[in-house]
């Protein structure tokens, strides 16, 4: 049995231009082409892109996951760096659980419910102090506003386009394109323009961010390893930086 690109890309939550993307570097091939030019996988093509998938969620590159799945380089070294978060992660998702469990219970027997407990493990907030610290206090409250106001449609379609965008400077990094090539500058500009439509953000509604904002977040993807890891790792995000700079100096 096998899949056509589209239903894949369907039920793993990606784009069909990912999937033929990862084909043309040699990282997915397809089990079959049909007489109408259709990509087509079977099962086993299903379990090398559910580990992709995985890896890439880790923030690893294109050639880092080839390397990983081509057994040409050390796993635990590659992935070490990210074992950290993935164990917080698990914790605060039992944490999750525990509350919600200890919650349904309560009700059940029909005791008091506490606040303090049933709220553990939604950190929704967890990066609030961060960025009232650097861009207001006013900024956190407009964009989060902003946020909450979404549909779950409107979100995932916000997540969708944010991923894409990334999904973008990674592949443009592993091909090596230079920071102030034409591409990159597009991309660049795709960039100042998702920014400058998030509500408290410096220069939002302006149809551009501000300078120092833009740079700021520039300089903060390659030093922030939780950023860096959406462009690959530090090397990408350092392609990234640097095409954002180019870009800032001649347009913002």
């Known amino acids: 049995m096998d899949w056509s690109i589209q239903d894949v890309a369907r039920l793993a939550g990606t784009t069909s231009r990912t999937l033929r993307h990862y084909g043309d570097v040699g990282l997915l091939e397809p089990s079959r082409i049909g007489a109408n ?3 087509y996988y079977d099962g086993s093509a299903l379990a090398r892109l559910q580990r992709i998938l995985m890896l890439r ?35 605060r998702l039992d944490r999750q659980i525990a509350s919600v469990e200890m919650t349904i219970m309560t009700m059940k027997e029909g005791g008091e419910l506490m606040a303090e407990e049933m709220f553990k493990g939604f950190d ?7 960025v009232e610290e650097r861009w207001g206090k006013q900024a956190y409250e407009e964009s989060d ?52 439509g998030i509500p408290g953000a410096p220069g ?20 922030d390893e939780r950023f860096a890891a959406n462009y690959g790792g530090t090397e990408g995000a350092t392609f990234v930086r640097d095409a954002m700079r180019v870009y800032a100096e001649a347009n913002l």
């Open 37 to 39: 030019g259709y990509r």
């Open 204 to 223: 939002a509604g302006t149809g551009a961010p501000t300078k120092d904002y833009y740079l700021g977040l520039a300089e903060m993807y390659v030093t």
């Open 57 to 91: 969620d880790l923030g690893l590159g294109i050639p880092a996951i080839a390397e990983v799945l081509d057994g040409q380089r050390d796993d635990a070294a590659a992935l070490a760096g990210h074992l950290h978060w993935l164990q917080e992660e698990k914790e």
């Open 145 to 196: 506003r902003w946020w909450r106001s979404m549909s779950d449609d409107e979100k995932a379609t916000w997540k969708n386009f944010v991923a894409e965008l990334g999904f973008d400077w990674i592949e443009a990094a592993d091909r090596g394109i230079a920071p102030d090539s034409e591409e990159a500058q597009a991309l660049a500009k795709r960039h100042a323009d998702w920014l400058s």
């Open 124 to 130: 929704h907030t967890q990066y609030k102090d961060e």
